[in-house]
């Protein structure tokens, strides 16, 4: 099985600010990442898949990066609305999924 | 608009079962694999299941193999979840979530869960 990590579990940032998440897997899952944004009491939505790839739809402020095994999802600019919980997931063992255990990103 | 809507979430006791269903509308749902996935209280989410998409080929997270069944009814554009042997720790809101993706050069679909529904809740007491 495929374990993913997140780091930090939380952070504290501020309106404006640019922020880097960061994921890992426990072997190689070349390209096949997908990041996700949930607020509290909604159903999570897909903000990056393929590692890098911005779903349509989102703010250009999203942006991730990454293969092999470490990968960073960076938020520029932060807005209000961009406080939330961020999963990484991995699928190269599709159609079996594995996803991280999540970062609370909260206001400071 | 492309949908999601689940139901069946209830309380019930350890040892019980039930249905959890998902009906799908404003894609051709019989194109796309489809997902569940839960997430208990204050938790982050758990992939549970998936199925193709004629419901012949079924995959599972090992924590509910022999206990949860994914099916589908393509006539009715629904995917269902049976979930027996209920435990305290199958406790969550559980998600339907549509299989969405692209394949690029490489011929490699790269997948992401997209769109999802408003989650239904299960609560098992022990």
């Known amino acids: 099985d495929i374990q993913m990590t997140q780091s930090p579990s939380s952070l504290s940032a501020s309106v404006g600010d640019r922020v880097t998440i960061t994921c890992r897997a426990s072997?190689?899952?070349?390209?096949?990442l997908t990041w996700y944004q949930q607020k509290p009491g909604k159903a999570p939505k897909v903000l990056i898949y393929a590692a890098s790839s911005l779903q349509s739809g989102v703010p250009s402020r999203f942006s991730g990066s990454g293969s092999g095994t470490d990968f960073t999802l960076t938020i520029s600019n932060l807005q209000p609305e961009d406080f939330a919980t961020y999963y990484c997931q991995q699928t190269y063992t599709n159609p079996l999924y594995s996803f991280g255990p999540g970062t609370k990103l909260e206001i400071k | 608009d492309v949908q999601l809507v689940e139901s069946g979430g209830a309380l019930l006791q350890s040892g019980g079962s039930l249905r959890l269903s998902c009906a799908a509308s404003g894609f051709p749902f019989s194109g796309y694999f489809m997902s569940w996935v839960r997430q208990a209280p204050g938790k982050g989410l758990e992939w549970v299941a998936n199925?193709?998409?004629?419901?012949?080929?079924?995959y599972y997270v090992d924590s509910i193999k022999g206990r949860f069944t994914i099916s589908r009814d393509n006539s009715k554009n629904s995917v269902f979840l049976q979930m027996n042997s209920l435990r305290a720790e199958d406790t969550a809101v559980y998600y339907c979530?549509?299989?969405?993706?692209?394949?690029?050069?490489?011929?490699?679909?790269?997948?992401?869960?997209?769109?999802w529904g408003q989650g239904t809740l299960v609560t098992v007491s022990s």
């Open positions: 199925i193709n998409t004629d419901g012949s080929a079924t």
């Open positions: 072997q190689s899952i070349n390209n096949y």
């Open positions: 979530a549509r299989v969405s993706g692209v394949r690029p050069a490489d011929g490699n679909w790269r997948v992401w869960l997209d769109p």
